[in-house]
């Protein structure tokens, strides 16, 4: 098989489509002949070596992928060869709170990922695929939609709360869709005109320009009556946290999920003295995505893939990402027998 390798150093440069062995699957796992998989920020961070610097190499990258199940280990019982799956972003956290065990299983970091015509997995770590699901869209949600959905569940969204999201990326789309159908009302920031006007046909309530409201926390009290938001999808990092805590209303909610304006230090005096429940969030159990998907299924939402590329033109889709050029999730196709 083929499989997008990072190996001998951080970089684009390091990073090599290349030809592997296809895994043989041990006990309790299945090998999935993989269709579509999906970018995450957290891919661009791995390669240029900020996520993890000790990461193990070489490692096949990608967290997120849909497939077909081809092989299966003895003791497996939870599917078939020909079953439809998509894998988990964490390969051992089935239900219940995080555990070391399971943080330290993630797909394309931890362990070989998605980015390859072939994935292992655990069969703990993959979920049916519903019927009426193509490869493409149910690529999109193991990592970006179960963050979302995550942080809006543990945050209690439902209607009459308010809603902040920052940016129009994977997370905050998906945020956007599902608080909608929680019946949250939503406020959206982005930096760029088309996408606010994007989000707005898609439900947003109301939206501002970061870049041309820079005191988008002003303007947050200003849709709030004074209050503030009550939930906070957090993707910007140390960059907006200070001025989150200032969007965000007394006794709100807070989900730290993201570092896309940078890391860095906080006061924390805003935290106390607001009241506010910070939450830090690391993507979702294989419950919470059984979960996701039952309610995706009864609102009949599908995810917003804004561009698709051949899997062997990753660092095309990288590159995209890195610019924040897209808007919701961008796709790597996998023609089966093509290694391009
Ligand atoms: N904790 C977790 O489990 C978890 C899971 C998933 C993702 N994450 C993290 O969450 C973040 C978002 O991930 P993603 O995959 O959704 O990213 P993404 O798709 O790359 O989203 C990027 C978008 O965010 C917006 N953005 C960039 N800088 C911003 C800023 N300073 N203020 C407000 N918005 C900004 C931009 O939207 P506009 O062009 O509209 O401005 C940009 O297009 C990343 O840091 C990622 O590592 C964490």
């Known amino acids: 098989?083929?499989?997008?390798?990072?190996?001998?150093?951080?970089?684009?440069?390091?990073l090599r489509w290349t030809k592997c062995e296809i895994p043989v699957p041990a006990a309790g796992?299945?090998?999935v002949r993989l269709h579509a998989v999906s970018v995450n920020y957290r891919d661009v961070l791995i390669v240029e070596g900020s996520y993890n610097p000790r990461l193990s190499m070489p490692r096949i990258l990608g967290s997120d992928g849909a497939g077909e199940v081809i092989a299966v280990g003895p003791d497996v019982d939870r599917f078939r060869v020909g079953d439809r799956v998509i894998g988990c972003f964490m390969q051992k956290w089935a239900d219940g709170p995080?555990?070391?065990?399971?943080?330290?299983?993630?797909?394309?970091?931890?362990?070989?990922?998605?980015?390859?015509?072939?994935?292992?997995?655990?069969?703990?770590?993959?979920?049916p695929l519903p019927e009426d699901w193509d490869y493409a869209s149910a690529a999109t949600l193991p990592c970006?939609?179960?963050?979302?959905?995550n942080a809006l569940i543990s945050g209690e969204c439902r209607p009459g709360k308010t809603v902040l999201l920052l940016g129009t990326g994977g997370v905050s789309i998906f945020g956007l869709q599902l608080a909608k159908a929680m019946g949250a009302?939503?406020?959206?920031?982005?930096?760029?005109?088309?996408?606010?006007?994007?989000?707005?046909?898609?439900?947003?309530?109301?939206?501002?320009?970061?870049?041309?409201?820079?005191?988008?926390?002003?303007?947050v009290r200003e849709q709030t009556e004074g209050q503030g938001a009550d939930i906070v999808l957090e993707v910007g990092g140390a960059g907006t946290l200070e001025r989150s805590l200032r969007a965000v209303r007394r006794g709100g909610y807070i989900a730290l999920i993201g570092v896309l304006a940078g890391r860095g230090t906080i006061d924390p005096m805003p935290i106390l003295m607001k009241a506010v429940r910070l939450q830090g969030i690391f993507v979702g159990s294989r419950k919470m995505f059984e979960d996701m998907?039952?309610?995706?299924?009864?609102h009949r939402?599908?995810?917003?893939?804004?561009?698709?590329?051949?899997?062997p033109e990753l660092p095309a889709a990288l590159e995209?990402?890195?610019?924040?050029?897209?808007?919701g999730k961008i796709v790597l196709d996998i023609i089966p027998g093509v290694p391009g």
């Not at 997008?4 to 970089?11: A, E, H, P, Y």
């Not at 959206?188 to 006007?197: A, D, N, P, T, Y």
């Open 1 to 14: 098989m083929h499989a997008w390798v990072l190996d001998g150093g951080f970089g684009t440069e390091h």
């Open 29 to 31: 796992q299945i090998l």
């Open 98 to 127: 995080l555990t070391d065990t399971a943080a330290r299983s993630t797909l394309g970091a931890d362990r070989d990922g998605t980015f390859a015509q072939y994935v292992l997995l655990e069969q703990a770590g993959a979920v």
């Open 144 to 149: 970006a939609a179960l963050t979302a959905w």
């Open 185 to 219: 009302r939503v406020l959206l920031l982005s930096g760029q005109e088309h996408k606010r006007e994007r989000a707005a046909q898609l439900g947003a309530d109301a939206t501002a320009n970061y870049h041309t409201v820079p005191e988008w926390d002003r303007w």
């Open 293 to 298: 998907l039952v309610f995706l299924q009864q």
């Open 301 to 311: 939402l599908r995810p917003v893939i804004d561009r698709r590329f051949p899997l």
């Open 320 to 327: 995209a990402m890195r610019r924040g050029i897209h808007f």
